[in-house]
């Protein structure tokens, strides 16, 4: 199944810099079916640095979802949908899609990580790339933490080089690991 990346414009805020789950769950309350589908991902909404570990939105801020082309009808009903992100009111404008496109480096800001150490990641992140055959060039950046519901996701960020392009459609569609919704293992194009 294809999927697609939407963007819409997000004012309201400020948020703290993890909002992931906050954002997760008031996306789910706002549009349960969308939701319940696992292959939804949703990127964490970026800012201007507010200090204090938080962000303002700003005139350029945006959600970023990758969803099955299928739900995109369903996706655009949350046009002007107001939501309660970490205790804040965070508003979604005008939205637009954009199909996937076959870029030879992919970035992901974060990948979930079973094992909190940088070799262990290597290793699982090799795996889990062999599983699904792609072969590629793969460079290990920054640690971070997430808040999941069950206590906190490591995961590291992620670049994968010299992809075919049948291997960065699906990688993209698919992504890698775990907690996409949580804006896990998603991957953008890099130039």
């Known amino acids: 199944m294809s999927h697609v990346d939407i963007a819409f414009a997000a004012t ?5 810099r ?3 789950l906050e954002l997760w769950r008031a ?5 349960p079916a969308l939701f319940a589908d696992a292959s939804v991902a949703v990127l964490p909404v970026r800012g201007a640095s507010a200090g204090g570990g938080g962000i303002v939105l ?7 979802m990758r969803i ?3 739900a995109v009808e369903r996706a655009l009903a949350l046009c002007g949908a107001r939501l309660e992100v970490a205790g804040a009111p965070v508003t979604l404008g005008e939205a637009k899609t954009r199909p996937l496109a076959p870029y030879a480096t ?3 800001h974060r990948v979930a990580a079973e094992c909190g150490d940088e070799q262990g990641f290597v290793r699982e992140a090799a795996d889990a790339l062999h599983r699904i055959e792609v072969v590629a060039e793969f460079i290990v950046g920054q640690r971070s933490l997430t808040r999941g519901e069950s206590g906190e996701i490591p995961g590291f960020s992620l670049m994968l080089a010299e992809l ?3 291997q960065s459609l ?12 949580l804006g896990f293992g998603i991957f953008v194009g890099h130039k």
């Open 170 to 181: 699906a990688l993209q569609a698919r992504g890698l690991g775990a907690h996409r919704g």
């Open 12 to 16: 309201g805020g400020p948020l703290p």
């Open 68 to 70: 099955p082309e299928p």
């Open 58 to 64: 700003q005139r350029r801020s945006r959600l970023l």
């Open 164 to 166: 075919p392009a049948r």
């Open 18 to 20: 993890d909002h992931s």
């Open 27 to 31: 996306l789910s309350r706002a549009a």
């Open 106 to 108: 992919l970035y992901a």
